[in-house]
């Protein structure tokens, strides 16, 4: 069902989180949000503060019943020149779960509703002072994790993807109007182009290739890489889970197999978000719960951005391990553990192997730096073009898709169908408009706009 967000409403909400800080705000948008400011704010100095300038700062106090509730700031922005181009009252107080909520619901009380996640920003895409790709790029600011996602979201907040998409479509719309005037009077003396019309199309499709490819890298910027700890039971693979992250996250035991499900952390290595995965022992399926923890493992291995193949230096490596690394080259690290003990490895097979490897302790972290630098290196192969701009959306890079699919398609038919390859590029068009949020659909807005935090 879609739902209907009516813009007359004055919204309030906390924009801090209710905890003890130096200060909390309280945001008010709306036609209402100067007359509910007049209600509870009490200026230092006799003024109207319906009447103050926009862009302005006022000192005084909130009140509730003649009681003075803090010492407070509060800033005017008025329509159009705001966040939300409505007026807008931000409330600055001492932050702390009582004070706040005691002055939002002050603000609620004085005629505001309860904004939903997300309303302030959509109020701003609704009226037009933003498109859905620079929504988006706002609440991806709030949750960057690194220098990456940040500069790629303020990227898309100036607007550098909507000027790209923008140039796609308008190059795009110039092809259907010269396919329209053909298709529409064909006994007319209007010159088609094919080859030239050819020529500019494969031009956009290869762009649109490149950007949704870095795209699909960009993707694991915002979301982490995968670094998967993988090997036969009992190599270690959880005391070197909590030794990368220096803390003791799992369980670890001598008995073999006490890993039964995968375990994932989150944290940052050398600029890069970690998704560091423990997984089950390969090789045991004595029961059912073993037997389900090795089918989770392995699709967890076929995930990964990263296998960090560990094997026991005080053993032998056994015919499954050998045929595990040989088949497991392309993105593996091989993590020799426990180099504290004898050494039984045979020298001339490990020196046959062609995957780069580290020897560690995770019992006395030796070695666990230089891991971590091959990591961060071998990570440093995704790095994508800084002066690029990047989808900042799983629903943006499946929009695009859908795009160039059609692009390809219409190219297919330009030769002998011109009414498909017209309806064709039209609706790639459509998709490229769907992404910048052109047609406002209640659902889609529905579904953007539900993962922005309360404020925003």
């Known amino acids: 069902m879609q739902k209907k967000y009516n813009l007359d409403d004055t919204i309030a909400s906390l924009a801090t989180f209710p905890q003890r800080a130096a200060i909390g705000i309280i945001k008010i948008s709306g036609r209402k949000a100067l007359d509910i400011a007049a209600r509870v704010f009490s200026p230092a100095r006799p003024k109207n503060i319906r009447k103050a300038k926009t862009y302005t700062l006022h000192y005084g106090w909130i009140k509730s019943g003649g009681e003075i509730v803090d010492e407070v700031l509060i800033s005017i922005m008025k329509a159009p020149h705001s966040y939300t181009r409505q007026d807008v009252v931000e409330i600055y107080t001492h932050s702390g779960p009582a004070v706040l909520n005691k002055v939002l619901n002050l603000a609620l009380r004085a005629g505001a509703r309860l904004a939903e996640p997300g309303e302030f920003t959509q109020r701003a895409y609704l009226l037009g002072r933003i498109d859905l790709i620079q929504a988006e790029a706002i609440n991806n600011i709030s949750r960057a994790k690194n220098d990456w996602t940040l500069r790629q979201s303020l990227r898309q907040l100036e607007g550098g993807l909507s000027q790209k998409l923008s140039s796609f479509i308008k190059k795009l719309e110039k092809m259907l109007a010269t396919l329209q005037a053909s298709i529409g009077f064909p006994l007319e003396d209007i010159e088609l182009e094919r080859g030239d019309i050819e020529k500019i ?59 039964r499900d995968t375990i994932e952390e989150e944290f940052n290595l050398g600029g890069y978000t970690l998704r560091l995965v423990d997984t089950a022992g390969l ?9 389900k923890a090795q089918n989770k493992s392995q699709q967890i291995i076929k995930e990964a951005d990263i296998l960090l193949v560990v094997i026991d230096n005080s053993s032998s490596l056994t015919k499954e391990e050998k045929e595990f690394i040989s088949s497991h080259q392309s993105n593996s690290v091989l993590v020799i553990n426990k180099c504290d003990l004898k050494t039984r490895l045979s020298s001339p097979y490990m020196r046959q192997i062609r995957v780069p490897q580290v020897r560690v302790s995770a019992k006395t972290k030796e070695g666990i730096s230089r891991l971590e630098k091959m990591i961060v290196k071998r990570l440093s192969a995704s790095n994508l073009n800084k002066n690029e701009v990047y989808l900042g959306s799983l629903r943006q890079q499946q929009l695009m898709e859908e795009a160039l699919s059609y692009l390809k398609q219409a190219k297919e038919n330009l030769k002998f169908n011109l009414d498909k390859t017209y309806f064709l590029l039209q609706a790639a068009v459509e998709k490229l408009y769907n992404i910048q949020g052109v047609y406002k659909n209640a659902d889609v807005l529905e579904q953007v706009f539900r993962d922005f935090c309360i404020g925003k």
């Open 283 to 291: 090789g045991r399926k004595n029961d059912f719960l073993e037997e």
């Open 201 to 259: 199309l494969s031009g956009i499709i290869g762009q649109i290739e490149k950007l949704a490819k870095g795209s699909r890298t960009m993707r694991r910027w915002y979301e982490g890489f995968r670094c998967v700890l993988c090997g036969r039971v009992n190599v270690g693979k959880s005391s070197l889970f909590n030794a990368i992250l220096d803390k003791e996250r799992v369980i670890v035991s001598t008995l073999a197999g006490t890993t």
